[in-house]
T-cell receptor, first 113, second 114 residues
Framework: DSGVTQTPKHLITATGQRVTLRCSPR?????VYWYQQSLDQGLQFLIQ???????AKGNILERFSAQQFPDLHSELNLSSLELGDSALYFC????????????FGEGSRLTVL | AQSVTQLGSHVSVSEGALVLLRCNYS??????LFWYVQYPNQGLQLLLK??????LVKGINGFEAEFKKSETSFHLTKPSAHMSDAAEYFC????????????FGSGTRLQVQP
């Protein structure tokens, strides 16, 4: 158990809809990262938050957004969903003084029909 | 910019045989290097990491990797494969301490034949 919790584990929705994925980092970790894993794109970094502020952006679509709340949990919002957004979305967290290791949740599997 | 190349999307070995998964990186500054393993329907779990110091690093489940700067490589090995090693393995690179996203390779799926 990595200590990172993601909900929901599975989500099925239709094209054009909006969903929210939730992540609770390890206790004390200030950084949260979101990754998308798909068969054709592999593991793609989407976005990072540190203590409530956006720290780095990767290949995140404009239809997607995220935030980190004062209690450090994070949410990834996916809107105007397309079939190609079907993927496994991972959240990871890291501490301040570590050497770059990320701790991953078990992921949220999104299926867009 | 940094990148990782994993040679071979699928590797198949017999139980008891040597496991060798290849990873080459590109980084303009000294890298931090990682191997993660992903079992079916699970998240990624850290196997081992190289930051500084000894270039041969040992990880969990009998895996080890050697950082070779001259070859820009960080290959993962295990002397004797077990059936339980069947999983997908990802090499990743970072070059700052903490608070930085890892860049992952495309992954290598390891099959272990009885």
């Amino acid at each position: 158990d990595s200590g990172v919790t993601q909900t929901p584990k599975h989500l099925i929705t239709a094209t054009g809809q909006r969903v929210t994925l939730r992540c609770s980092p390890r206790s004390g970790d200030l950084s949260v990262y979101w990754y998308q894993q798909s068969l054709d794109q592999g593991l793609q970094f989407l976005i990072q938050y540190y203590n409530g502020e956006e720290r780095a952006k990767g290949n995140i679509l404009e239809r997607f957004s995220a935030q980190q709340f004062p209690d450090l949990h994070s949410e990834l919002n996916l809107s105007s969903l397309e079939l190609g957004d079907s993927a496994l979305y991972f959240c990871a967290s890291s501490g301040y003084s570590d050497t770059g290791e990320l701790f991953f949740g078990e992921g949220s599997r999104l299926t867009v029909l | 910019a940094q990148s990782v190349t994993q040679l071979g999307s699928h590797v198949s070995v017999s139980e008891g045989a040597l496991v060798l998964l290849r990873c080459n990186y590109s980084s303009s500054v000294p890298p931090y290097l990682f191997w993660y393993v992903q079992y079916p329907n699970q998240g990624l779990q850290l196997l081992l990491k190289y930051t500084t110091g000894a270039t041969l690093v040992k990880g969990i489940n009998g895996f080890e990797a050697e950082f070779k700067k001259s070859e820009t490589s960080f290959h993962l090995t295990k002397p004797s494969a077990h059936m339980s090693d069947a999983a997908e393995y990802f090499c990743a690179v970072s070059h700052f301490t903490g608070r930085r996203a890892l860049t992952f390779g495309s992954g290598t799926r390891l099959q272990v034949q009885p």
